[in-house]
């Protein structure tokens, strides 16, 4: 499958970003091999594909003769008619055994078409099949590609952690040899508090990431889970920026919404053309063969095996049936046909302009992620010049503590906006190429 050949792109640089090693790490083809697996209406859309599998055989095979047998067993009280016609008052037994064939020689052409919609069923509910194996794709790639925004911000907010927990060792030692008054730790403490809980938000965001994420995959057990892919600048650098119009030409192409839809428009025509059959004759031919056997009380009867064989009858015989007045019923079969066909067109039209729609939504997402990541990298390089330039002034004694705290914080928002930004980026470039295969 195209799609998921795209996916396993995502993974060719595959690396550890903040793991934990007593958890079991999931690349993303494993959550989604996982979630295709697990999902219940994968299984059920797998069982409709089943029956109309099942539907497209018996159609084949009703091009065959058919072949029975039969065996009767009668009995007579009273008056019996016996081998020779004639009725007697007395009570008999009467056994009869037959073997019968018949196949349809002509019938417009109806189990012909009927192979054809039947066929065209099967493609049908295979390229359904698709798009919803697709569709768990899409969901799953969006909730891990969330997972690791959530992950990044996480390890941002401990990076920061750690760097005011150093500044505050470091102004500690200072207040402790006289270079430093004690009321320039408190500034640095509050920073440190909040920071601290950026940090308890951060690892709440990433576990219910995460959550969701095993939830769509519909694991039994939540606890020993986490993800593991590339950083998002080698995502980006994988992927292109594609037109709309270029995703759109070639989804009409690949998508299997796409594909269904004209099975489903050939489907209705075959049905059409079903209808119309019934407007023709139908020949049929058929062969018989047959034996019995007699006993009537009070008289001698010959012995079975003698019977069996002195009844022995056959049968060849052709019937030839000619539609001439059925209450309108093909007529109106045919005009229902054809209502379908229509409805089944508008509902392709219906489908080629939502999947524009989305391309094209896709297609100024991505634009606009872009360039709010070009924005945002442009800020993050501000900020931590800003940064650095009031922590030297500090230093000299030129700033205050609430200024440094200030740049501090612009400084992690920067980050944090620059590591959003790039995820939705990477993510909208893989939504166009999944919507273009």
């Known amino acids: 499958m195209q799609i998921k050949i795209i996916v396993t792109s995502l993974l060719l640089t595959c690396g550890t970003l903040f793991g934990i090693s007593a958890q079991r790490q999931y690349t993303l083809m494993d959550c989604i091999d996982i979630a295709l697996e697990n999902n ?8 409709n594909r089943h029956q109309r599998e099942i539907a497209y055989s018996q159609a084949r095979a009703d091009l065959l003769p058919n072949l029975n047998a039969s065996i009767g067993q009668n009995f007579v009280f009273g008056r019996s008619i016996g081998l020779d016609n004639v009725y007697e008052n007395t009570n008999s037994s009467q056994s009869s055994f037959s073997l019968g064939a018949n196949i349809t020689l002509f019938d417009g052409l109806r189990m012909k078409y009927n192979i054809d ?75 440190l508090a909040k920071e601290e809980l950026n940090r308890v938000r951060a690892v709440s965001n990433y576990k219910l990431a995460l959550l969701d994420l095993a939830q769509i995959m519909e694991l039994d057990e939540f606890d020993d889970f986490d993800v593991v892919a590339p950083p998002a600048d080698s995502l980006i650098s994988e992927s292109s920026l594609l037109t709309s119009k270029a995703v759109y030409e070639s989804a009409l192409q690949n998508r299997p919404i796409i594909r269904s839809m004209q099975y489903r428009i050939e489907s209705s025509e075959k049905e059409k053309l079903m209808a119309k059959a019934q407007l023709y004759p139908s020949l049929s031919f058929g062969a018989n063969i047959g034996t ?73 997402n991505a634009l606009g992620a872009k360039s709010r990541w070009e924005a ?60 273009k295969d």
Do not use: C, W
């Open 292 to 364: 019995g056997y007699y006993n009537m009380s009070g008289r001698d009867n010959s012995p079975f095996n003698t019977q069996f064989r002195n009844n022995m009858s056959n049968s060849l015989g052709f019937n030839l049936r000619i539609p001439i007045f059925n209450k309108f019923q093909v007529k109106n079969n045919i005009q229902s046909a054809e209502l379908a066909i229509m409805n089944t067109r508008i509902e392709m039209d219906k489908t080629k302009l939502e999947l524009r729609k989305q391309i094209e939504q896709a297609y100024y």
């Open 40 to 47: 219940r209406n994968i299984k059920q859309q797998e069982l």
């Open 376 to 435: 945002a990298q442009k800020s993050v390089e501000a900020s931590n010049e800003a940064y650095r330039f009031t922590e030297e002034k500090h230093r000299n004694g030129r700033a205050n503590t609430y200024e440094l705290t200030l740049a501090k914080n612009n400084q992690t928002q920067a980050l944090a906006e620059e590591a959003q930004a790039k995820y939705e980026y990477a993510f909208r470039l893989k939504i166009l190429e999944l919507l």
């Open 117 to 191: 919609a039947r066929k065209a069923d099967m493609h049908a509910s295979e390229a359904d099949l698709e798009k919803m194996r697709d569709d768990i794709i899409m969901s799953v790639s969006s909730a891990f590609l969330q997972a690791l925004l959530n992950r990044e911000l996480l390890q941002i907010a401990e990076t920061q952690l750690e760097t005011t927990q150093a500044d505050l060792a470091r102004r500690t030692e200072l207040v402790k040899s006289g270079k430093m008054a004690q009321g320039e730790l408190f500034e640095q403490e509050a920073q």
